[in-house]
């Protein structure tokens, strides 16, 4: 019984870091902006276009090119991330990322 008590606290305990860390958001003052490359030949069919994303890496973010991907499910479509303004709190602009919808 002690042993599944620990093991419960302890997983209790990593769920909470874990959904902690998602909701940490990096705040910048400023709008980040990247020159889009050219799209390069598309792959083949039932690829769609996944624009460059922000990825927060340490203090900060970097951009990661855009690129050509199977949607996840029939009929998803890809929505662009964008940058957010926050008034309160900590001022300044977060990158809310991209991500698919739809489909079934």
Do not use: C
Not at 11 to 22: C, P, R, W
């Amino acid at each position: 019984m002690k042993k599944i008590t620990k093991i419960l606290l302890l997983l209790s305990v990593v769920s909470l870091f874990a959904v902690s860390n998602a909701h940490a958001q990096i705040v910048i003052h400023a709008r980040l902006f990247a020159h889009e490359r050219p799209r390069p030949a598309h792959h083949g069919p039932g690829q769609v276009w996944v624009y460059g994303e922000w990825e927060p890496r340490g203090n900060t973010y970097v951009h990661r090119d855009g690129h050509w991907a199977a949607p996840p499910r029939p009929n998803s479509y890809w929505i662009k991330g964008y940058w957010q303004h926050r008034r309160h709190g900590g001022r300044g602009y977060f990158w809310v990322p991209g991500h698919w919808s739809g489909g079934r």
